[in-house]
Every structure is written in structure tokens, then in C-alpha cells.
């Protein structure tokens, strides 16, 4: 699971990279730990799942 963080429109995005295989192993944690929605992805292809989140995750307290 890799997370970046990127800019757009002025606001701050986090965005999930994850992998087909290990999805359905941090599906529950991630709908639980950050409240994404992980029945709608921003992008999807046969190897990565998408999400895009408003905020930062990443250096978040």
C-alpha cells in the first residue's frame, strides 16, 4: 500500500495505491481507520486500486 499526497483545486489530497491482492486483506481497515469509501474507487486497473481522500493522511496526529 503505498500513500502520496497531492494538491488540487488549493486543497490537499492523500491517495491509496493498492495493490488487487492485498485489498482484500486491508479492506475493513481502511474503511475503519480513514472512512474511505472502498465500494468507490477514484481508479481502478488489474493490478492497482485507487482512493483518493480530502486531507493528509499521512502527517495527520
Do not use: H, Q
Not at 11 to 24: A, G
Not at 26 to 49: E, L, Q
Amino acid at each position: 500500500m503505498d500513500m502520496t499526497l497531492f494538491e488540487k483545486d488549493g486543497k490537499t489530497y492523500t491517495r491509496l495505491k493498492i495493490s488487487i491482492n492485498n485489498f482484500w486483506k486491508y479492506k475493513a481497515y481502511i474503511k475503519v481507520k480513514w472512512g474511505v469509501d472502498t465500494d468507490n474507487p477514484s481508479k481502478k486497473n488489474s493490478r492497482y486500486i485507487y482512493f483518493e481522500i480530502e486531507g493528509d493522511l499521512i502527517n495527520e496526529k
